[in-house]
């Protein structure tokens, strides 16, 4: 690695440190754009197999091509915009979606020091980043100039601002017992307290001690990300599928990739704050960014088995549960939590 | 000129141009996308003069919650600009002195001596966290203002809510015997909605 770095600042000289930057996002992108393929090739066989359906398997072996072939065939039809659409902004609003999706990337650590931006307030970044995305949606629905995707618009926009409180003060409870914003500290706060000293790593994640954020910031993280059961900005089966249905071609691709990219970046942020990242589980085991990966993917099989499983929301039972439910718990949680941290019985010291 | 200075004119010159489209766009919904735009603009500056905890709250106070909101209000408003545009010669006199003094007031407080920092106390050594510094002058030496601060936001709240509070719904039961004599037109309303070109 040295030998590359070195040979890299012999070659490029003061533009080095710029190269070596990109150089690290490609690798960044790369494996999440290949994550978000397969995790659509994952989620329709998974689904399939709940369903004791077979799945894709036509193209390639057990299907494996099928995301490959989606994707060509999206990137080589026409972008249509449907007359009266408010033209620059209908083109704009995919590429909103999915600028914050990526965007993020830029401060999640892999181990603690795997990472391309190490900031101190990495967490209040991903927050502001990932409020953005709504914008996205909202624009796309304003922008078709359509009834349905301006319907699935105002759904998501009401949505996702609602959602975004339970999850920021499940976030708020997490940085309060971790003492930080950063979140390599994060990690490293979790891998240390009574049970990790017994070797039993996974008892001291934030999980257990913050078992009701950890639910409220699965459920939430669920609705934020526009997903089953929560999906009414979607919702095919009322408003045909909400505020992308005027979209076509790369697009509408754009949205499906923010959609998958998002996903993985709310399991990831899920994994790194209450399941302790890339921390293993028990003690004599080798901590890794492998330990990382499996977290992920356990709880992107969580959304999918979810999508399987459940039946949409009506619209008023969701906004129901976001401020009726998940707002009063988060708010004694903070208190609990507070007097807990306070008192002689605190385990984060 | 260095690349700093570069990028502060850079980001002004996009906050001047965004924060003119706001008040000369014709449509409603591009003025409060421009204004998002200025906000975010704005926070890039911020972060430029390493307040990066503000820089990063105004992104995810005003342009992830505040904007989303007033962006849901503008669009489904139904604004006739002939309309609000018949009384400008009127009010131009006014406005122009309202603006004026607002301009005035600026440069007083950008030309006074007193109410400036030298640029050479503002740079923060590496390693200090913006946050926790922040944090600490919030509850020790501006702590009352603070909590007026918080106090005036929870007034607010409950002003809006009162303000729109209609009562609590009665139980949701049926009368049969209203029921029986609902007819179809009574419910439902078929409405034209012809589409609206931009």
């Known amino acids: 690695m040295d030998a590359v770095i070195n040979f890299g600042a012999g070659l490029f000289g003061a533009a080095w440190p710029a190269v070596w930057t990109l150089v690290k996002i490609v690798a960044i992108v790369l494996p999440l754009l290949l994550g978000v393929a397969y995790l659509t090739l994952a989620e329709r066989k998974v689904i399939g197999f709940m369903q004791v359906r077979i799945g894709p398997n036509r193209v390639g072996p057990y299907g494996l091509i099928q995301p490959i072939a989606d994707g060509l065939k999206l990137l080589f039809k026409e972008v249509l915009v449907p007359g009266n659409a408010s033209k620059g902004i209908f083109l704009i609003a995919p590429m909103l979606a999915f600028g914050p999706a990526l965007a993020a990337w830029a401060v999640v650590p892999f181990t603690d020091t795997l990472v391309l931006a190490n900031i101190d307030a990495s967490l209040l970044y991903i927050m502001a980043i990932t409020s953005m995305g709504v914008y996205g949606i909202i624009l796309s629905g304003w922008a078709s100039n359509s009834k349905y995707a301006f319907l699935g618009a105002m759904r998501s926009a009401a949505q996702m601002v609602s959602y975004e409180i339970a999850m920021g003060f499940s976030l708020l409870c997490i940085l309060m017992v971790s003492n930080s914003l950063n979140l390599v500290e994060i990690v490293g706060g979790q891998q240390k307290g009574m049970f990790a000293g017994y070797g039993l790593n996974f008892l001291s994640w934030n999980w257990l001690p913050l078992l009701p954020m950890f639910v409220v910031y699965l459920i939430s993280g669920t609705a934020e990300l526009n997903r089953a059961p929560f999906d009414v900005a979607e919702g095919e089966s009322e408003i045909v599928a909400g505020f992308h249905v005027e979209y076509s071609g790369m697009a509408f691709a754009l949205f499906f990739l923010a959609e998958y990219s998002n996903m993985i970046l709310v399991a990831t942020l899920t994994s790194l704050l209450v399941l302790g990242g890339w921390s293993s589980p028990l003690g004599f085991l080798p901590d890794g960014v492998w330990w990382l990966l499996a977290k992920i993917s356990c709880i992107l099989f969580l959304y999918l088995w979810f999508r399987a499983t459940f039946p949409r929301y009506r619209y008023d039972q969701l906004m129901r549960l976001g401020w009726k439910v998940f707002l009063p718990i988060c708010l004694i949680w903070l208190v609990v939590v507070g007097v807990w941290m306070m008192s002689p019985l605190s385990i984060w010291k | ?198």
């Open chain 2, 1 to 198: 000129m260095d690349f700093q200075t570069f990028v502060f004119y850079f980001l002004s010159a996009i906050l001047v141009f965004a924060a003119l489209r706001v008040i000369t766009a014709r449509n409603p919904v591009h003025a409060a996308l421009h204004l998002i735009l200025a906000f975010f603009t704005c926070g890039g500056i911020w972060a430029l003069l390493q307040a990066e905890f503000l820089a990063i709250a105004i992104i995810l106070v005003y342009v992830g919650a505040v904007m989303v909101l007033f962006l849901f209000v503008v669009m489904m408003l139904d604004i006739n600009l002939d309309r609000i545009r018949q009384g400008f010669w009127n009010y131009l006199p006014l406005g122009a002195v309202l603006g004026l003094l607002m301009v005035m007031e600026m440069g007083l407080v950008l030309g006074n001596k007193a109410l400036q920092i030298p640029a050479s106390t503002v740079v923060t050594p590496p390693g200090v966290s913006n946050v926790k510094e922040i944090g600490k002058m919030m509850f020790t030496d501006f702590v009352y203002p603070f909590e007026l601060a918080s106090i005036v936001l929870l007034v607010g709240m409950i002003a809006a809510i009162a303000l729109t509070w209609r009562g609590r719904k009665k139980s949701k039961y049926v009368n049969p015997n209203q029921q029986v004599f609902v007819k179809a037109k009574d419910r439902l309303r078929v409405l034209q909605m012809p589409v609206e070109k931009d």
